[in-house]
């Protein structure tokens, strides 16, 4: 898609993190593109200070006025809410996508209200930061990351394979899955990482006495594995609610495998559990 763009003008809903990285990205590509945002005043003001919008629009109806691609990136409850709003204002031919971390709940929604006019494709970019907000922005935030879509690649779906180029135009990596799938493979890559994170801060939190041990003899380790506890609650509550059963049996998984550990201690059976983890841990460093 190199220099193109098939979307006239791109209607941004909620200019926070996710949002405002999405804008920047694609002003940073297209210089030209015509972006407008919806959100809080003081955070679409802020957005348009970043330049990551050129316009804010004070309701979602105005905003969706003459846009061709909508991206949805609030919450994934005010997201729910929003969609029939959506769905009804926005232009015949449209194209709508979200970035809401779990897909069931709001493709489940999307289904019921798309009936004509605008289409939707769920989408998720596999990116982010422990620190939400537009203060956080990044044009690179998608840069190298998997960005999931919803569906299958139809070449006849000309919205949807256009919005796929422009995914991997901004530097992501689109992957093509089920709405089910995603929310069972997230469960276990992302949702269960943010939890053992904020475990493990419990514990150390527990344990930490009135001489600050063993707190303070920790290293870059902790500091390493504790990275995601400093994500707060509020960009996590939605995405527990909307994938609960997933991340119990993630839950359930990581149990057994501690139990799987415990047993072992005193055995030289851990050694293939360390080489089948170092084994892991190269694929995540291997290029994309």
């Not at 031919?93 to 897909?103: F, I, M, N, P, R």
């Not at 203060?135 to 990351?145: N, Q, S, V």
Request: aromatic share 6%.
């Amino acid at each position: 898609m190199a220099g193109t763009l098939p979307f006239r003008r791109i209607a941004v809903i909620g200019t926070g993190l996710i949002g405002g990285s999405f804008a920047l990205a694609l002003r940073k590509q297209f210089p030209d593109v015509s972006v407008v945002g919806y959100d809080r005043p003081d955070i679409a003001k802020r957005a348009a200070g970043l330049g990551a919008i050129g316009e804010s629009a004070t309701d979602i109806q105005n905003a969706l006025r003459g846009a061709d691609l909508i991206y949805l990136a609030l919450p994934i409850i005010p997201a729910l809410e929003a969609l029939p709003e959506i769905a009804k204002c926005a232009e015949d031919g449209a194209l709508v996508t979200d970035a809401c971390s779990t897909k069931a709940a709001i493709c489940r929604s999307a289904r019921e209200n798309f009936r004509a006019g605008a289409k939707f494709l769920g989408g998720h970019p596999m990116a982010g930061k422990e620190r939400s907000g537009i203060e956080h922005a990044d044009a690179e935030l998608f840069r190298g990351a998997p960005y999931a879509l919803m569906g299958s690649q139809d070449p006849a779906d000309a919205p949807a394979k256009a919005f796929s180029e422009l995914v991997a135009a901004i530097g992501a990596q689109p992957v093509w899955c089920d709405a089910e799938t995603h929310d069972w493979a997230v469960g276990i890559v992302s949702h269960l990482p943010q939890l053992v994170s904020i475990a493990l801060a419990r514990i150390v939190q527990d344990e930490t006495d009135e001489s600050g041990l063993p707190l303070s003899l920790a290293g870059q380790g902790l500091q390493d594995m504790l990275r995601l506890a400093g994500s707060p609650y509020v960009v996590w509550r939605d995405i527990l609610l909307t994938n609960t059963e997933n991340v119990s049996r993630a839950l359930d998984r990581v149990a057994q495998a501690i139990d799987y550990l415990r047993t072992r201690l005193a055995s030289k059976e851990l050694e293939q559990e360390f080489h089948s983890a170092n084994e892991v841990y190269k694929l995540l460093q291997k290029p994309r």
